[in-house]
């Protein structure tokens, strides 16, 4: 039963009737077992579990809160809407946990979203079920095996490890709250096909410094030019290409400059189908963006009297065109 004033705007088609073998997995959407539900089943699922939760008295505060109310309306999707919803049950309840994230080189951020559930994690819990996923030159990014759902959103762990090559790296906080930044802009160009992982929120416990984020269901460019991951069908090089250029015209027009954009940071959706409102790639890995509206040197950054220099950001986009039409032939043909 729906609450009053709940009524359904959102822009999602109305999911068929769930059928009988596609019954709900559970009522309570917090706790969703190991179980691979089929693809095409979970939106169906996302929608009955989001129609339960929005008939709740106590999470009335997502409909009649207007901006939450306005960003459910917009997913097009009802399992990113369910993460969403989540999400913000999760910080209403445990507001007191919630982390501010103080970043003195990024002022003016706001750091909000944080995942209460995520910080009552101990550090070391997740060590011990860690499997990695991915690892660059300056962290390595795992997912605890323990915590798999079948919904989204998963959550991947960024670990830092010692700089290899010192080139000014961020701190763990500054990361986040620049991904967060990088996050926020992004969303404000919903048609953009390029998407940035939501950033969760950064954690430091003695050596371990842990930035939690969304595991993003994609390969990076590297690892698919080196047989890790593949081109979906539905892929195009091109689009790709041009995508990655005007999501880079809007963050720089709002001084977010990435200044490490390479095959690594760069990846691309390894989802079978691509609906409309879903991303076909992502830009991750803000360990050594800025933000710097002046705009006038912003490739540049001065660490106690080292200048470290970084690439353009467009620099990278023939090369990986290039190589993506090779690996096309190559592989695809
Ligand atoms: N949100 C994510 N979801 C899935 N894989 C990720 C995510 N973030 C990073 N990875 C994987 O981990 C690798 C290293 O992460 P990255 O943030 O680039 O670390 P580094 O700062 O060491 O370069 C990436 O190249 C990618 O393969
Ligand atoms: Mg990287």
């Known amino acids: 039963m729906k609450g009053e004033g709940m009524k359904d705007t959102s822009n999602r088609k109305k999911q068929e009737t769930v059928k009988e073998k596609d019954k709900p997995l559970t009522e309570n959407p917090h706790d969703i077992p190991e179980r691979q539900i089929p693809q095409e089943t979970l ?8 129609e339960n939760l929005l008939s709740d008295k106590d999470n009335a505060f997502l409909t009649e809160h207007e901006e939450n109310k306005k960003r459910l309306d917009e997913f ?8 969403f919803a989540l999400k913000k049950i999760d910080e209403r309840h445990e507001r007191t946990s919630r982390l501010t994230l103080a970043s003195p080189e990024v002022l003016g951020v706001e750091i909000v979203n944080v995942n209460p559930v995520g910080i009552r994690k101990n550090v070391e819990e997740i060590l ?16 605890d095996k323990s915590e798999v759902r079948s919904l989204p959103p998963e959550i991947c762990y960024k670990f830092a490890i010692t700089e290899t090559t010192p080139r000014g790296r961020n701190s763990t906080f500054s990361e986040i709250a620049l991904q967060e930044a990088f996050y926020k802009a992004n969303m404000e160009v919903p048609e953009s096909k390029i998407g940035v992982p939501i950033p ?14 969304e595991k993003l269901n994609a390969k ?6 080196h047989s890790k991951g593949t081109l979906p069908p539905w892929f195009d090089v091109d689009t790709f ?5 005007t999501v880079l015209d809007h963050f720089h027009a709002k001084g977010l400059y990435h200044r490490d954009m390479h095959e690594g940071n760069i990846m691309i959706s390894q989802q079978k ?7 076909i790639g992502f830009i991750i890995d803000f360990g050594l963006s800025v933000q710097d509206d002046t705009g006038i040197e912003p490739y540049k950054k001065q660490v106690a009297g080292t200048t470290f220099t970084y690439s353009d950001d467009y620099g990278i986009i023939k090369r990986v065109q290039t190589a ?3 690996y096309q032939k190559t592989h695809l043909a």
């Open 43 to 50: 939106e169906q699922e996302a929608e009955r579990l989001l």
């Open 273 to 279: 189908e691509i609906g409309d409102g879903d991303k």
């Open 220 to 225: 990076s460019v590297d690892d698919i030019l």
């Open 200 to 213: 969760f929120y950064a954690h430091e416990v003695g050596i371990h410094k842990v930035i939690a984020m």
């Open 128 to 143: 011990k079920h860690a499997m990695e996923i991915g690892r660059g030159g300056d962290a390595i990014v795992v997912v």
């Open 241 to 245: 290409c041009d995508e990655l250029h």
């Open 324 to 326: 993506l039409k090779t």
């Open 76 to 83: 097009s999707s009802a399992v990113q809407a369910l993460a």
